[in-house]
């Protein structure tokens, strides 16, 4: 996870310490991800849901549950 500078701010992650761990865990997020599709809230805002989910009704309501008008 990234580290909290003095700043406040967070350090970027070092990909060639624990470089197997975040490729094996960039790999698995991609294999998750090839089940969803795009579902735009707003101009702004694209969330991503499974296929039967992708309607006007479903972002309708996650318009309303993130505050979005």
């Known amino acids: ?4 500078t003095t ?3 967070y350090k970027k992650v070092d990909l060639t310490v ?3 761990k975040t490729s ?3 790999a698995a997020q991609k294999k998750r991800e090839k089940k969803l599709f795009p579902l735009r809230l707003n101009s702004k805002t694209v969330i991503y849901v499974k296929k039967e989910n992708q309607n ?4 309708e309501k996650a318009k ?6």
Do not use: C, Q, R, S
């Open 7 to 9: 700043k406040g701010t």
């Open 24 to 26: 094996l865990a960039v």
């Open 56 to 59: 006007t009704y479903y972002a």
């Open 64 to 69: 309303k549950k993130m505050g979005i008008e």
């Open 18 to 20: 624990n470089g197997d």
């Open 1 to 4: 996870m990234n580290e909290l």
